[in-house]
């Protein structure tokens, strides 16, 4: 939201350079007419936003449901799969060229790995518990 504000504060400024207001009046319904073009603009990138990062998390999770339905035994790795599959298809729909597309894949597959390896060390955390709980 913050970068949209701000487009579009500059953006109302550049286009209302050449005639800026004279009267008392005419400043506040400047920067009122400024305030509500910001704020329009910051939910409006805000939203945008909020929409790419839920369906690539939509796209994050769809991957690694399938994986489990589809191939079960892959379990312990399906974040990884998951974080290398939806950098590749981020990658292909922004058509990025090979040197961008190498940098998400790597940072994808490293995602996935760390996010695996956060899992496997919850679950280890959450054996001692129950090993401690039990008497």
Do not use: C
Request: charged share 20%; no cysteine; hydrophobic share 40%.
């Amino acid at each position: 939201m913050i970068q949209g504000a701000r487009a579009a504060q500059l953006r109302y400024l550049a286009e209302n350079a050449h005639n800026p207001p004279r009267t008392v009046q005419g400043w506040y319904f400047y920067n009122k007419t400024k305030n509500y073009r910001m704020m329009w603009a910051g939910l409006r990138e805000g939203a945008k936003t909020g929409a790419k990062v839920g369906s690539f998390g939509l796209l994050w999770g769809g991957i690694e449901e399938a994986v489990l339905r589809i191939a079960p035994g892959m379990e312990p790795v399906k974040e990884l799969i998951a974080g290398t599959s939806s950098s590749m298809l981020f990658a292909a729909a922004g058509r990025l060229n090979l040197h961008g597309s190498g940098r998400i894949v790597i940072l994808g597959t490293a995602m996935g790995g760390a996010m695996s390896l956060v899992r496997k060390a919850q679950e280890k955390v959450g054996d001692k518990i129950k090993e401690a709980r039990t008497p």
